[in-house]
């Protein structure tokens, strides 16, 4: 293993600037979504746009609906709402549809930071630095933590690391990767800042001779509870815990790449998790360990 957190604020501005126009649409018998800042029915750029103005103080959002603006229902009204916004603006692949083709090439511009260890946005530290070199990642790729946790294997023109996805890159564009600082220079000369590179998601090196495992987040009980799945070979599509009926039931994605519930109840859960190339697993009998990471007993194919 060797060497890839933390959320990028740069700049409500920059972060807007690369807004999508593309529009995700609803069924027309919705009566209110969340989100749909201009009253359109769908989620659009100018509902990212108002949001960026009301958060830089340009334009302030009516108090009837600012509650809409609440995307993440933290009960306030942040950047990480803009970076929820923005991601819905962008028609992010949906839980259970085939995200890309393995092996797929991306092409981007890397640039580099020094934070990333602690506190990251995919909530998957402690990291050691002695085991991955780290990146964040742009908002449309990330999709929603959808990539949060991938290996990926970059290219530039030094030559090629592996870097592990647990940050956001709010400002970037598609492709957008910015690098740990002492990882950039494996890539590209330091003195360039940012440089043309190529990355395709690989299979994490860790997920070869172990489980999958899980982390419940601080909090969790009976009564609600946030599970992130980690070791997974390949990133997560959707997570689904089976109901007391017999039935599986997908459980709603944080942006911070947890997967949360309060109609869990008290474990042990029977999961089914798809990756983003389509296949399935199921885990049986796993306990409700707030306190520790909890091994799993199945892994993703090669």
């Not at 790729?141 to 290219?155: I, P, S």
């Not at 030559?159 to 400002?171: A, F, N, R, S």
Request: hydrophobic share 40%; charged share 20%; glycine share 10%.
């Amino acid at each position: 293993m060797k060497k890839s957190f933390t959320i990028k604020i740069v700049s409500v501005l920059s972060a807007a600037a690369g807004i999508s126009v593309l529009m995700r649409p609803f069924p027309a018998d919705t009566a209110e979504l969340t989100g749909d800042l201009s009253g359109e029915g769908m989620i659009s750029a100018s509902d990212a746009a108002l949001l960026q103005s009301h958060l830089a103080g340009i334009g302030g959002l009516p108090s009837d609906i600012l509650s809409d603006a609440d995307i993440i229902t933290d009960g306030s009204v942040n950047i990480f709402d803009l970076c929820a916004l923005k991601m819905q603006a962008s028609t992010p692949v949906q839980s259970g549809e085939i995200l890309e083709e393995k092996g797929m090439v991306h092409s981007g511009y890397a640039t580099f930071y020094g934070g990333g260890y602690e506190g990251g946005c995919a909530m998957l530290d402690p990291i050691s630095k002695e085991d991955y070199w780290i990146t964040a990642m742009n908002i449309v790729d990330y999709n929603n933590a959808q990539l949060a946790g991938a290996y990926l294997e970059v290219t530039g023109e030094l030559g090629t690391i592996h870097v592990l996805v647990t940050d956001l890159l709010p400002e970037g564009q598609k492709g957008d990767l910015d690098l740990y600082v002492d990882a950039f220079p494996l890539i590209a000369p330091a003195e360039k800042g940012k440089v043309p590179v190529t990355w395709k998601i690989i299979p994490l090196d860790s997920a070869e001779n172990a489980p999958v495992s899980y982390k419940y987040k601080e909090g969790s009980s009976a009564f609600w509870c946030g599970v992130q799945v980690r070791n997974h070979r390949y990133p997560i599509a959707k997570l689904e815990y089976l109901d007391a009926s017999g039935n599986f039931v997908e459980l709603p994605r944080r942006h911070y790449n947890y997967f949360e519930s309060d109609n869990m109840g008290a474990g042990p859960f029977t999961f089914r998790i798809t990756d983003i190339y389509g296949s399935v697993i199921v885990d049986e009998n796993i306990p409700l360990t707030p306190d520790e990471i909890q091994q799993g007993h199945v892994q993703f194919p090669e």
